[in-house]
């Protein structure tokens, strides 16, 4: 690959990863409502009530989970009117990685790397929700909600590289846009560090919930992912989906390397000689986007500027 691989690049590659970990590291934390959420949904005791009360103390957030409960996304038949029964329909889990998803994006919402396009970012991350939630329906339907939030978040890391590491997540753009390296390759050798790593230690910092970390870390490689790989399956093959397709960020010309092992044993799409059948995902997805507007401009409302 055509990266400057001499031994100083590589020293410089450690320096920057360190650099880089320190940053992530004295990110700011979880906003306090969604922090004590975490807490208390982890609790077993916990009564709907207790949860309603705790989440209407953030009016913001209260009006944005209420709203995405409404949508058609989720599919519930009849208006849910009170923040009580949203969180009865949604379950536990479902409107946990659904916060998260709207306080990252609230975190994110602003651009501070002149070089860097955030409105293909976010496209890109928005497609994969779509795509990694459809694939979900699949391969763990019980799971569609914690794939979508998977999906909007798995490329967080490249955010916060845009923040932190300028000069150097631009090199790694500028790499692989003009030697078609890949992305892994150029962010190994240049900044010492993938964006899935980057993800993952800000995930662990903010405490979301193990299968969401999982799925952000392993989202290129996710035979890595172990037992509870589904997640990371689900946005692998959503990521692949929304390059096959071209919706937003993709720098380079070469599709990602995409690792069918981790398909294995579950239930997706096959055409007639057995392989994934990416024709008839793609298609999917393409509505699959256009349906899902109104859930994703509520999402969106914090980064509205960033996607004009
Ligand atoms: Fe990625
Ligand atoms: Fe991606």
Redesign the pocket.
């Known amino acids: 690959m055509h990266v400057n691989g001499n031994s100083n690049t590589m020293f410089l590659g450690e320096l920057q990863a360190k650099r880089i970990a320190q940053n992530v590291l004295n990110l700011p934390t979880l906003p306090t409502v969604i922090a004590k959420m975490m807490q208390i949904m982890d609790d077993p005791r916990t009564t709907v009530a207790q949860l309603s009360r705790l989440i209407s103390s953030d009016q913001v957030l209260s009006a944005k989970l209420l709203k995405l409960a409404n949508s058609a996304f989720y599919g519930i038949p009849r208006k849910v009117g009170t923040l009580e029964l949203a969180i009865v329909m949604l379950g536990f889990e479902s409107l946990k990685t659904l916060a998260l998803g709207v306080s990252v994006i609230d975190r994110f919402s602003d651009n501070w790397n002149d070089a860097f396009d955030y409105s293909e970012f976010w496209e890109?991350a928005f497609g994969?929700a779509v795509a990694s939630s459809m694939v979900a329906r699949d391969i763990c339907p019980d799971q569609k909600g914690e794939a979508f939030v998977a999906g909007l978040l798995?490329?967080i890391g490249k955010l916060i590289l845009s923040q932190f590491a300028k000069r150097h997540f631009s090199a790694v753009i500028k790499n692989v846009s003009e030697y078609n390296s890949d992305f892994f390759s150029a962010e190994k050798a240049i900044l010492g560090v993938a964006h899935a790593d980057i993800a993952a230690w800000f995930a662990d910092k903010w405490n979301f919930p193990r299968k969401l970390i999982n799925a952000l870390h392993y989202h290129h490689t996710p035979k890595y992912a172990q037992q509870d790989n589904q997640l990371a399956a689900c946005v692998h093959l959503g990521?692949y989906l929304v390059r096959l397709v071209g919706i937003g960020f993709c720098p380079g010309k070469n599709m990602p390397l995409f690792d069918d092992t981790a398909f294995e044993e579950k239930t997706v799409q096959r055409d007639a000689i057995g392989q994934i059948d990416f024709q008839y995902y793609s298609e999917k997805l393409l509505v699959g986007v256009e349906e899902s507007d109104s859930f994703l401009k509520i999402i969106a409302r914090g980064i509205n500027h960033a996607m004009d």
Request: net charge negative; charged share 40%; hydrophobic share 0%.
């Open positions: 890109h994969c798995h490329d990521d």
